[in-house]
């Protein structure tokens, strides 16, 4: 590969919460592991992999200059993002106006939100549930009803149509948010459920706020489809929230963007975003997204698809070959793994917070699955190298599955 995927990073002391957060945050992150085990991070999802060179020098060139002042976007900006979405997911006709920063993927969805629906109202999500969307939208006095994802008999987490229609009529919702690709469950929805989805959406005039944040990071076979693209009404219906952050593992840096062709729906979000005086560009973020979008990124991006792919094949198969009563739906985006422990827990009279601690005690640092609806759930991060992969599963294997909690 061109690209650096198999060096392990040093992360330590480097503003990494993945690393230096363990045991910190009792109830969100993972606990330390006990002596004689390092720390191999796949909670929170960012990546541990060196991020396209082209960032970090555009970052640099622009830091040569000694002054930080007042800016505007410039047309590079734009030009990159148009240019980036007709090349990734065939999209045409988008304009310089229709983009607009936002302070972050959730912040985008709260000034949608805010925008449309008042404190107290009802919102569909689906379930499982990003933990980001529980907190950003109780955190602001909605109600939340989810209409759970159901597993097919092929084991593939489908949206339940008739669940949305019922119950976003009992509930009189008229904005719903949705996840494409879906995280934790890593489905990456074919055109004709984004088709029936909207359809159900349309008939009861919900506005649709799409958070596509991870729709570059698709696995071999599959396509990601935009959710504006799908039809005219539902183009009109969407705000979609986009984000170099999560492809080019930006987060630190802040600075994600909506595209909203609808002028109305546009205006709305832009003065809700504007209220507060806050949801401004930083300017070394803007140099970020044009140093990610430049060719060398649409490369990266092909290789990271390929490399997660390969760890997402090898958990897969090793969870099925090694860990009986453990069953996860293989993930088609995204490079987090949602594991269902139900089965085990169960067979070996464990609990989850049992199984959780065996693998944090190891340096498996993995995540509680409890808070994104998974009752007695586990998510992991793949985005590492094979081998710290193969390094959890193997510890996993020996000291928790089929080791010492297994008793």
């Known amino acids: 590969m061109k690209y650096d995927f198999t060096s392990i990073m040093d992360r330590s002391g480097k503003d990494a919460i993945a690393v230096d957060g363990l045991g910190t945050m009792p109830g969100f992150t993972p606990s330390s592991p006990k002596e004689g085990f390092d720390a191999i991070p796949m909670w929170v999802a960012d990546m541990n992999f060196p991020t396209v060179p082209t960032i970090p020098e555009a970052i640099i060139e622009r830091a040569k200059h000694p002054a930080f ?8 900006y734009y030009d990159s993002i148009i240019r980036w979405h007709e090349a990734r997911n065939g999209v045409t006709g988008l304009t310089k106006e229709c983009i607009g920063y936002e302070n972050g993927v959730l912040g985008g969805v709260i000034s949608a939100l805010t925008a449309f629906a008042a404190p107290g109202d009802a919102v569909l999500l689906h379930s499982p549930t990003y933990i980001g969307f529980t907190a950003s939208v109780s955190n602001n006095g909605y109600k939340i009803v989810h209409s759970p994802l159901v597993k097919d008999e092929n084991g593939v987490w489908r949206m339940d149509y008739e669940d949305m229609d019922r119950k976003i009529k009992a509930e009189n919702i008229h904005v719903a948010i949705f996840c494409s690709p879906h995280n934790p469950c890593g ?3 074919e055109r004709w459920e984004l088709e029936k989805a909207m359809d159900i959406y349309k008939e009861n005039d919900c506005l649709v706020i799409s958070d596509e944040i991870w729709s570059d990071i698709v696995l071999e076979g599959h396509k990601h489809f935009p959710t504006q693209m799908v039809n005219e009404d539902a ?5 979609a929230v986009y984000a170099p952050s999560k492809t080019f593992n930006l987060a630190g840096l802040v600075g994600s963007y909506h595209i909203i062709y609808n002028k109305y729906l546009r205006d709305r979000v832009t003065a ?7 949801n401004d560009m930083n300017v070394l973020s803007m140099h970020a997204l044009i140093g990610a979008y430049k060719p060398e990124g649409y490369e990266w991006v092909d290789e990271l698809c390929e490399v997660i792919t390969g760890n ?6 090793y969870i099925r070959d090694h860990f009986e009563g453990v069953e996860v739906s293989r993930p088609e985006g995204t490079y987090m793994l949602f594991l269902d422990c139900s089965k085990w827990c169960e067979a070996h009279g464990r609990s989850i917070d049992d199984l959780q601690q065996a693998g944090w005690d190891v340096g498996v640092a993995w995540q509680d699955g409890r808070m994104f609806h998974g009752p007695c759930a586990i998510r992991m991060n793949l985005a590492l190298p094979l081998s710290r992969v193969q390094e959890a599963f193997d510890r996993l294997n020996r000291y928790v599955f089929n080791g010492q909690a297994a008793y």
């Open 69 to 76: 002042g007042y800016f505007n976007a410039t047309d590079e």
């Open 187 to 189: 489905r990456v929805w």
């Open 235 to 239: 183009k009109n219906r969407t705000v």
């Open 272 to 278: 809700k975003g504007s209220k507060p005086h806050y």
């Open 312 to 317: 997402v094949n090898y958990a897969c198969d």
